[in-house]
T-cell receptor, first 112, second 112 residues
Framework: GENVEQHPSTLSVQEGDSAVIKCTYS??????FPWYKQELGKGPQLIID?????GEKKDQRIAVTLNKTAKHFSLHITETQPEDSAVYFC???????????FGTGTRLLVSP | NAGVTQTPKFQVLKTGQSMTLQCAQD?????MYWYRQDPGMGLRLIYY???????DKGEVPNGYNVSRLNKREFSLRLESAAPSQTSVYFC???????????FGPGTRLTVT
């Protein structure tokens, strides 16, 4: 089955810096890659996603890149703000979007 | 429009006790999911229901049962709780033909 690895497990940056979180997946049939943000005491919330027929997608300060050959994808957050502090999860799906396999999460701390 | 709701928010059980976690969604979604979240392990799928009347095992189904009561409601039952089931449990739902999963606020369960 699919296996998703995520790094780093924790990431501390200064406000205004960029943050990059990386994930690798094992199943070459995976074709959908979402990123979720989880704030303290809440459920995860989708922030951006990408399909396998696209190499990069941007939404304001957030971007995701996908390298199908290497089977890895990354989340890029520019001009980080304290409210970006949260746990971020990557995930992959290969069964008609029925099931997601999640990475282990990255705790991002943005210091003012 | 409440989205995905879960009850209870917190629960403490003794080993061997049983309980049912409730989940409901008001978005007319076909698919519903139960995950558990443990430190350092991300979100792991316990069971899911692709549509009303169907349920399937996920990655970690042992010790759990589910019921898709109707299109809105999907419950998770622990028949004989064990300390290893101490976790935060999240319910999620997804609309037909869509990719995004919407998560509830979670239930924090402690088994002593």
């Amino acid at each position: 089955g699919e296996n998703v690895e995520q790094h780093p497990s924790t990431l501390s940056v200064q406000e205004g810096d960029s943050a990059v979180i990386k994930c690798t997946y094992s199943d070459s049939a995976s074709n959908y890659f979402p990123w979720y943000k989880q704030e303290l005491g809440k459920g995860p919330q989708l922030i951006i996603d990408i399909r396998s027929n696209v190499g990069e997608k941007k939404d304001q300060r957030i971007a995701v890149t996908l390298n199908k050959t290497a089977k890895h994808f990354s989340l890029h957050i520019t001009e980080t703000q304290p409210e970006d502090s949260a746990v971020y999860f990557c995930a992959a799906s290969n069964t008609g979007f029925q099931k997601l396999v999640f990475g282990t999460g990255t705790r991002l701390l943005v210091s003012p | 429009n409440a989205g995905v709701t879960q009850t209870p928010k917190f629960q403490v059980l003794k080993t061997g006790q049983s309980m049912t976690l409730q989940c409901a969604q008001d978005m007319n979604h076909n698919s519903m999911y139960w995950y558990r979240q443990d430190p350092g392990m991300g979100l792991r799928l316990i069971y899911y229901s692709a549509s009303e009347g169907t349920t399937d095992k996920g990655e970690v189904p042992n010790g759990y049962n589910v019921s898709r009561l109707n299109k809105r409601e999907f419950s998770l039952r622990l028949e004989s709780a064990a300390p290893s089931q101490t976790s935060v449990y999240f319910c999620a739902s997804r609309g037909a033909g869509a990719e995004e999963q919407y998560f509830g606020p979670g239930t924090r369960l402690t088994v002593t």
